[in-house]
């Protein structure tokens, strides 16, 4: 290429904006490539929902709270960012499922709510003689046929398990995660390898019995998630340490783009100004690209594509406030329950850093897709509800020392089925009408951290192999 700078945008500082500058940054230093970049974020704050909060010695994460280690993205931007020895492992403990007024222990060997050890499942009260009987048919079930068409994650593991083990083990288990409807949820989207999994050994049960890494004995377990000693608020503020000041603009919103004749697009900013670049990487959650593209009519895919509101709800006691001392890390709630919270981390036991000794930490959730309205209620009205349903669980004495409670409104895109054909025909559409542009972020391959961070590498290397 010639010697002329190119400019490049990068509209939203969430985690997958935060990657891309980073990482272009660094490709920049080390290949001397005659690039400039500017960061511009709305708010005043980096880190879109990382987020995290230091009161009285608690560490309270108000968004995510860790990342799954097996996806290694994530682990390898904290170590480039000098994070390396603040990883932890979260302490490991049994998880339970809140079915009817008492929480049931998750059947060992349970994957992703699979079943792959027979004993753990047999004994398991969780679920009736008939349910049992009906998951084993997937042992004698053959694989789907028509195998590239998308389903939802419901009618998968519904066919394959049947509807009691659906309803009180992997729905809880798995729409959490996308505070979605799994009877809406895209299979492909979401959790491909299931579908890999039916087709390569035609039984879930199977399929990931065989595919389960055997654990060497070298005493106690290790988490299978990570995090900081600080809180990922650090991992934020460590990447925005080592990025150019004058690369970063905050409180800057785009109103407008627009392309130029010559293939360059203005950026029109809510101050007034106006802003050439040659390319434009937007990573803002998918309603705020649909609006900034609209004139382009190349994201009209996404214009019906729903996202839920939810809230966590943080909250401290003294620890002698717990009475009934359950050896775990937490639960989460069948939406066939009657109960607000969805879900129930006990903070203290999985991230031991997170709370003073003698202290209790626990973090509630509230909302999931089609029953949002308790997230917009007053904060007290909320926390009433929520030691309502503690009080008949875990039985929780007294007020909290102090709780907070985050807002999430819109936050979780739900990808829904033919998601995948979805992004496929933005992306399409987008290249080929803006050539220049880029769409990318949670709304379209992967909402965890490390998957964000997976499509802000991806980002770089192809913005690298056009400037070299």
Request: proline content about 4%; overall charge negative.
């Amino acid at each position: 290429m010639n010697g002329e700078k190119k400019r490049v945008a990068i509209i939203g500082g969430g985690i997958t904006g935060l990657t891309v500058a980073f990482y272009l940054q660094k490709e920049m230093e080390a290949k001397g490539l005659p690039i400039e970049y500017k960061l511009y974020e709305s708010s005043e704050r980096l880190g879109g929902k990382i987020q995290t909060d230091y009161t009285d010695g608690f560490v309270i994460e108000k968004g995510p709270d860790s990342f799954l280690e097996r996806k290694q993205s994530a682990a390898r931007l904290a170590k480039a960012v000098g994070l390396e020895k603040e990883l932890l492992n979260n302490d490991t403990g049994q998880a339970y499922i809140l079915k009817e007024k008492k929480l049931f222990p998750v059947p060992g060997g349970s994957v992703m709510g699979i079943p792959t050890e027979l004993t753990p499942f047999a004994t398991t009260t969780l679920f009736s003689p008939i349910g049992k009987v009906r998951a084993a048919a997937d042992l004698i079930l053959p694989r789907r046929s028509n195998a590239t068409e998308d389903q939802s994650l419901g009618t998968f593991f519904r066919h394959r398990l049947g509807d009691e083990v659906v309803d009180y083990l992997i729905e809880p288990l798995l729409s959490g995660i996308y505070a979605g409807d799994i009877d809406k949820l895209s299979l492909m989207a979401t959790f491909p390898q299931f579908h890999q999994v039916e087709q390569k050994y035609r039984s879930l049960i199977l399929g990931m019995k065989k595919g389960k890494t055997k654990q060497p004995n070298t005493g106690k377990k290790a988490g299978m998630f990570l995090s900081l000693k600080g809180g990922l608020q650090s991992l934020v503020d460590a990447i925005e340490y080592h990025l150019k000041t004058d690369a970063v603009e905050k409180n800057t919103s785009v109103q407008h783009l627009k392309k130029n004749d010559n293939d360059t697009y203005d950026l029109q900013l809510a101050d007034g100004r106006t802003e050439t670049f040659d390319y434009v990487v937007l990573t803002t959650p998918h309603q705020v690209s649909l609006s900034l593209l609209s004139q382009y009519n190349v994201m009209d895919s996404f214009e019906d594509m729903p996202s839920t509101s939810v809230a966590t709800v943080a909250m401290a006691f003294p620890e002698s406030a717990i009475k009934e001392d359950l050896d775990g890390t937490g639960f989460v709630v069948s939406k066939k329950g009657d109960y607000d919270i969805t879900a129930c981390t006990w903070t203290h036991k999985k991230w031991r850093h997170t709370a003073p000794e003698g202290y209790a930490l626990l973090r509630c959730y509230v909302g999931r897709f089609g029953d949002e309205a308790i997230v917009f209620e007053q904060d007290d009205e909320i926390v009433k509800k929520v030691l309502r349903d503690l009080t008949s669980i875990i039985k929780v004495e007294g007020e909290p020392l102090f709780y907070q409670i985050t807002r999430w409104e819109n936050a979780m895109p739900q990808y829904i089925v033919g998601h995948k054909e979805r992004v496929e025909k933005a992306k399409k559409a987008v290249q080929e009408t803006l050539p220049g542009v880029v769409i990318t972020g949670a709304s379209y391959e992967g909402l965890g951290i490390p998957d964000c961070i997976d499509q802000g590498e991806a980002v770089v290397r192809d913005l690298v192999a056009r400037f070299t």
